[in-house]
Structure formats: structure tokens, C-alpha cells
């Protein structure tokens, strides 16, 4: 799935992933996910967001298949969505706060991606290289 993800082929991953005879597991519904976003089919992407909550445990059970998620809303506009995925998430990771700031970016409102910035960086969990702490002095 995820080489028919990489290659353009996102068809064939959502067929791949619907022949699939066990039960997919968060990684593979990562790829599935991916797969949904390249489509940008509103049904797809609802059902496959039900079909993780469903099958690995929900919200916050996964945070790999949680900022897939919202990756997914991110790059498809759907902000609002993206948006209240991030508020939601019990556990927040750099991938996760990186996937948020990138949302803002990929949707054009880049003082939001800004603000999103100095939010993580105000968040103790997360941490960033000495360079970039230099460089982000000047923001704040």
C-alpha cells in the first residue's frame, strides 16, 4: 500500500487495503489514510478516519495514526477539522505540532502557522535544536 501511495497509485492502495483478508493494523491505515488524502474524496476520508477510531482504539491510542489523521484534514482544506483533531489529542508529539503548523501553511494562513510555532515552542514537551533556538529568539 504505501509503494502505491508513494507512486501516485492511490486507487490501488484503497484496493489493496479493501482485499486485505486480516485486520489492518494503525500502520496500515496509515497508508490507507495517505491514500485518502492524495483523492481528496470527502467520503473517503470520514470513513477512514471511522474506520481507525473503530478498529485501533480512538483518539489517543495511536499517536503515529493520530497525526496521520490529521495530516489527512490538513492537506485535503478541511482546517476546521484538522483543527479540532489537534485539540482532541490527548498526547501531542513534534510530528504532531509540525503536522498542525504544516496544515496553516498547506491552507495559506500563514500567521496562524506562525502562532502555532511559538505555541509549541511555549510547550515544554517539545524541543528544538540550539540553532533553532536562536533563530526563534528573534520571534518571540
Known amino acids: 500500500m504505501s509503494a502505491f501511495v508513494r507512486n501516485g497509485r492511490e486507487r490501488d492502495a484503497l484496493f489493496a487495503f479493501g482485499s486485505m483478508d486480516v485486520r489492518p493494523n494503525a500502520l496500515t491505515l496509515v497508508s490507507a489514510l495517505s491514500a485518502c488524502s492524495g483523492l481528496k474524496d470527502d467520503n473517503l476520508r470520514k470513513s477512514g478516519h471511522g474506520h481507525g477510531l473503530r478498529n485501533v482504539g480512538g483518539i489517543g491510542s495511536n499517536i503515529i495514526l493520530d497525526n496521520a489523521i490529521l495530516k ?14 489537534f485539540e482532541v489529542m490527548p498526547y501531542r508529539d513534534v510530528v504532531s505540532w509540525t503536522t498542525a503548523i ?3 501553511a498547506w491552507n495559506e494562513r500563514f500567521w496562524e502557522a506562525i502562532e502555532m510555532f511559538v505555541l509549541m515552542l511555549r510547550d515544554g514537551d517539545v524541543k528544538i535544536r540550539p540553532l533553532w533556538s536562536v533563530c526563534c529568539k528573534l520571534v518571540l
Open 102 to 104: 504544516s496544515g496553516y
Open 72 to 85: 489527512m484534514y490538513g492537506r485535503c482544506w478541511e482546517l476546521g477539522s484538522a483543527c479540532h483533531m
